[in-house]
């Protein structure tokens, strides 16, 4: 079992039950998924840069990623049906646990002026942000990378509401603007 999601069942799923007072502790919301997605439009018309940047999302997520294609033709935006879009990654179970592990406590202090992420959600108990660069992930041999390229991460909770992602986020150790991220118990 991963060290996270030990912490998890040990920590934060008494933590969230006592803060919300849930009757059944099968309400205790879960981290259920990652996804991990990039577009490549520029890119695509280099078949070199999409296996690079294959490789590097196999690299960051450790599981091989899927193709998006575009579903319609639009001319106005030089697209095809069937032309690759871009990437993507689910993540479930004991990997996206290592990745969240990897991705705060690693990846997240590596970018520049960071001072926490925001504490929007989209009202359904998710939680998304975007990065501007890969180069934050020490997976990544930078020696390697020819391009920077964005990528948005998604954290899809089982939680009802957005109060309760964020809080599940945090005690796990997601580090939000002006909430004090919770490592090992101690407050900081």
Not at 12 to 17: C, E, I, N, S
Not at 145 to 161: C, D, E, L, Y
Request: glycine share 6%; proline share 5%; charged share 25%.
């Amino acid at each position: 079992m991963s060290r996270l999601k030990k912490r998890y069942n040990d920590e934060v799923k008494p933590a969230l039950l006592e803060k919300f007072g849930y009757e059944n502790p099968m309400m205790v919301p879960s981290l259920q998924k990652i996804v991990i997605s990039m577009g490549i439009a520029e890119a695509a018309k280099d078949k070199n840069a999409i296996q690079d940047l294959t490789r590097e999302l196999s690299e960051i997520s450790g599981q091989k990623p899927v193709l998006t294609k575009a579903k319609k033709a639009i001319s106005n935006f030089k697209l095809r049906k069937g032309q690759i879009v871009g990437l993507k990654v689910t993540m479930r179970g004991k990997r996206m646990y290592d990745f969240l592990h990897r991705f705060c406590n690693i990846a997240a202090p590596r970018i520049r002026d960071f001072h926490g992420f925001s504490v929007k959600c989209d009202g359904r108990g998710s939680f998304s942000l975007g990065l501007e660069d890969q180069l934050i992930f020490p997976e990544l041999n930078l020696d390697l990378v020819k391009r920077p390229q964005g990528m948005n991460i998604t954290f899809v909770t089982s939680a009802n509401t957005d109060d309760e992602c964020v809080e599940l986020l945090r005690l796990l150790g997601i580090p939000f603007k002006d909430l004090p991220v919770v490592v090992s118990g101690w407050a900081s």
